[in-house]
């Protein structure tokens, strides 16, 4: 697929919403109701392994989990390339 500059200009300028999961579990739907303040959820990933950034359903690539100014940020790891993460918003009409 060829990208014209004009697109890509666009794209680029085109804010989109990030997510980064830590990990993922499996509950019912009475144990989500019983959890209380306190409660841990175990996830399915090894701690210090990071979380994996997505945009829409797609991984984009892989951080480590860090604080800054007491917020929590992703210190980018490894990044699918820029060329495959321009393909991925036109194939998917993300403008």
Do not use: H
Not at 9 to 18: P, S
Not at 43 to 55: E, P, R, S
């Amino acid at each position: 697929m060829e990208i014209s500059e004009r697109d890509y200009d666009l794209l680029v300028d085109t804010e989109i919403v990030a997510d980064v999961i830590l990990g993922t579990t499996s509950i019912t739907i009475k144990e989500f109701l019983d959890l209380s303040e306190g409660d841990i959820l175990s996830l399915d990933k090894q701690a210090g392994t990071g979380g994996d950034i997505y945009v829409n359903s797609r991984i984009i690539g892989t951080g480590d989990i860090i604080v800054i100014d007491e917020k929590l940020a992703v210190r980018v790891q490894d990044a699918m390339d820029s060329d495959n993460v321009v393909r991925y918003f036109f194939e998917e009409n993300l403008l």
